[in-house]
């Protein structure tokens, strides 16, 4: 009797933690926690939304569902993000391309000192 009462006490407890965790796990951003690299294809797809959301903007100021002053404020900060993200890009790209360069410098080095070592080691 003393077994069952301590099994269904561990059996509630169980079942309010997994209640709990269903009913507030909403509130929590979990894509935060498992996207680890992701940051390049989050820009990727950011600036993909926001270039998508100028040309919703241009036409509906073309339809002319928005005014003249809101789309010029709307546009200008839209166009605002996009070149951030752009230059994030660059710089991303860049410092890419700059870690490649100085990889193959280093080869090149490490090349040129074995064949130095090689010809003073012939000389004598």
């Known amino acids: 009797m003393h077994d069952i009462t301590i099994i269904s ?7 309010a933690l997994t209640c709990l965790f269903l009913i507030l796990s909403p509130y929590f951003k979990w894509d935060t926690y498992l996207n680890v690299s992701g940051k390049g ?3 990727v797809s950011t ?3 926001l270039l998508t959301t100028l040309n919703e903007l241009e036409f ?6 928005i005014s003249h002053a809101d789309y010029k404020n709307l546009k ?3 166009e605002t993000e996009v070149a951030g993200i752009m230059k994030e890009e660059e710089l991303t790209i860049a410092s890419r391309v ?3 360069l100085m990889a193959e410098v280093e080869k090149e080095i ?3 000192m074995k064949n130095y070592g090689q010809k003073k080691g ?3």
């Open 47 to 49: 600036k993909e939304a």
């Open 60 to 65: 509906e100021y073309k339809m002319d569902k």
């Open 41 to 43: 294809q989050d820009l």
């Open 122 to 124: 012939e000389g004598k």
């Open 76 to 78: 200008k900060q839209y």
């Open 9 to 15: 006490m561990i059996f509630t407890a169980l079942l």
């Open 110 to 112: 490490e090349a040129q």
């Open 98 to 100: 700059d870690q490649d």
